[in-house]
């Protein structure tokens, strides 16, 4: 059971509302990851970190931004949601610093977000 | 552009069947990874091969890794109703440690 969550699970909110959706992981991993993924479709990194105050835009352009202030606590926030956010975003954590380390990627469930 | 294509998109089998699904990727990698997901919900990681590895078993999964041909396949033995899912190739870009998925297959095994 990976200790990786994200809320909320659901969120419809209307357009030019402000959202944060967050993540936050217990297995003190260093590595964190947004995805962004329509329904039946494949995923697309959004972005990333390395850790502490580390961010990386991924290779989808987003207009959301993140911060890592905390390793545990990877929270992703859109200024001005519009209908074009609909999707599902998915947060990953991997690699704990002194291992040890299997490369794996462990994933929330997700948060299905719906912009009127 | 995705770093992964895979194939087919979509695959429907009778239980007990083998199911195949295949990835290619583009550039060189440090390992590359099989993935699953039930509708709805988060990635479940399934196996890791390594680059320097050609084929890694667990269980009722075989995973084979051609660097050569830069893909891989997966093939799960004896399928069962609870495999339907979509599953998805991902790689570990070499000298980063971002993960590039693939397009994903979805599986549908029939009772």
């Known amino acids: 059971e990976a200790d990786i969550y994200q809320t909320p699970r659901y969120l419809v909110i209307g357009t030019g509302k402000k959202i944060t959706l967050e993540c936050s992981q217990t297995?003190?991993?260093?590595?964190m990851y947004w995805y962004q993924q329509d329904p039946g479709m494949e995923l697309h990194l959004i972005h990333y970190?390395?850790?502490?105050?580390?961010?990386e835009k991924g290779d989808l352009s987003s207009e959301s931004t993140v911060s890592r202030i905390r390793t545990e606590h990877f929270p992703l926030t859109l200024e001005s949601a519009r209908p074009s956010h609909t999707s599902q975003y998915l947060c990953?954590?991997?690699?704990?610093?002194?291992?040890?380390?299997?490369?794996?990627?462990?994933f929330g469930e997700g948060s299905r977000l719906t912009v009127l | 552009s995705q770093q992964g294509e895979e194939d087919p998109q979509a695959l429907s089998i009778q239980e007990g069947e083998n199911a195949t699904m295949n990835c290619s990727y583009k550039?060189?990698?440090?390992?590359l990874q099989w993935y699953r997901q039930n509708s709805g919900r988060g990635l479940v990681h399934l196996i890791l091969?390594?680059?320097?590895?050609r084929e890694k078993h667990s269980g009722r999964l075989r995973v084979t890794l051609d660097t050569s041909k830069k893909s891989s396949s997966l093939l799960i033995t004896a399928s069962r109703a609870a495999d339907t899912a979509s599953y998805f190739c991902?790689?570990?870009?070499?000298?980063?440690?971002?993960?590039?998925f693939g397009t994903g297959t979805r599986l549908k095994v029939l009772a």
């Open positions: 990953a954590s991997s690699e704990k610093a002194g291992g040890p380390n299997t490369g794996e990627l462990f």
């Open positions: 297995m003190g991993h260093d590595k």
């Open positions: 970190s390395y850790g502490v105050n580390s961010t």
């Open positions: 550039t060189s990698i440090n390992n």
């Open positions: 091969i390594r680059s320097n590895e």
């Open positions: 991902a790689t570990g870009l070499g000298g980063t440690y971002k993960y590039i």
